[in-house]
């Protein structure tokens, strides 16, 4: 049986994640604070590891993989967001994002990929955004700790071709779960915005995880939004952008 290993698995599109992979015959390790919501999952799934822990701090990944040595499928989906202008920012908090979005990426995948590459198996699975495809005025660290994990990921899927392991990135557009509310977009145009369920961006990251697709974008309009920009002028993207993340108040 394969270990996989979900971070953000207390709810949205990581607890969907760990269904799947539940369903699918994995063992699963679910990473995440809340450790009630956690158990609660790991309830219904009829057994799981939990390991509550904040991976935005300095040794989460230490204590994480002194319980669990070895993955066959990770997935970096724990993330957060954070609407205003950064001049008003809560310092700690930027710095936590990037901890989390960022550092704590990087730091797990190289805790558990030289050991897929040894085995010549392994699946890597991590949840950028449509976000990472341009810069984004009133959530400029969101936006450009995504554009990280887009990049990291394109880079090292290219670095293991023909090893084995496989690198995904999975960028979904907006998508109902607490995201939202954990970032304040309430205020925002993002509000109105139709959202698929987290269940939906699920599967399909999991269809591209499974075929070894190296980036997926979730959603027809998603993307046709990502190609756009491609052949936009960088200060028209930028604007658009600034006006869909403006405060109404
Ligand atoms: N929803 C969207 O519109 C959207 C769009 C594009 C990309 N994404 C990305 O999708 C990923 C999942 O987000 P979601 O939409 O499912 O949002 P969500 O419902 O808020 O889930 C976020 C998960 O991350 C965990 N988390 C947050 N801070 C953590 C920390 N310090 N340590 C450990 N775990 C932490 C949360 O658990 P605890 O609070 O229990 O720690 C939760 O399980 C994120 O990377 C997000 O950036 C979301």
């Known amino acids: 049986m394969t270990t996989a290993l979900i971070t953000g698995a207390s709810?949205?599109?990581?607890?969907?994640?760990?269904?799947l992979l539940r369903a699918d015959g994995h063992q699963v390790v679910l990473v995440a604070r809340r450790e009630a919501a956690l158990r609660a999952l790991a309830e219904e799934l009829g057994g799981a590891t939990v390991i509550a822990l904040d991976l935005s701090q300095r040794d989460a990944v230490a204590r994480l993989t002194a319980q669990v040595p070895n993955v066959d499928v990770l997935i970096n989906n724990a993330g957060f967001g954070d609407v205003g202008p950064f001049a008003e920012a809560d310092a700690d908090r930027q710095l936590e994002m990037i901890d989390l979005n960022v550092r704590c990426v990087s730091e797990l995948t190289k805790a558990y990929l030289p050991g897929m590459v040894q085995r010549r198996f392994g699946r890597v699975l991590n949840v950028a955004?449509?976000?990472?495809?341009?810069?984004?005025?009133?959530?400029?660290?969101?936006?450009?700790s995504k554009a990280f994990v887009l990049s990291f990921s394109?880079?090292?899927?290219?670095?293991?071709?023909?090893?084995?392991?496989?690198?995904?990135?999975?960028?979904?557009?907006?998508?109902?779960?607490?995201?939202?509310?954990?970032?304040?977009?309430?205020?925002?145009?993002?509000?109105?915005?139709?959202?698929?369920?987290?269940a939906s961006v699920a599967a399909q990251g999991y269809e591209a995880l499974l075929a070894g697709t190296t980036v997926v974008v979730t959603g027809t309009l998603n993307k046709l939004g990502t190609i756009g920009v491609r052949f936009l002028p960088r200060t028209v993207v930028r604007k658009l952008v600034k006006l869909v993340l403006k405060r109404s108040r």
């Open 11 to 19: 709810s949205g599109i990581g607890r969907e994640f760990a269904r």
């Open 129 to 144: 955004s449509t976000a990472a495809f341009q810069p984004g005025p009133f959530m400029a660290t969101y936006f450009a």
């Open 154 to 198: 394109e880079a090292l899927a290219e670095e293991l071709r023909g090893t084995g392991v496989t690198v995904t990135a999975l960028c979904p557009g907006v998508t109902e779960s607490e995201f939202h509310a954990v970032a304040g977009l309430g205020e925002t145009k993002v509000a109105h915005v139709k959202m698929p369920s987290s």
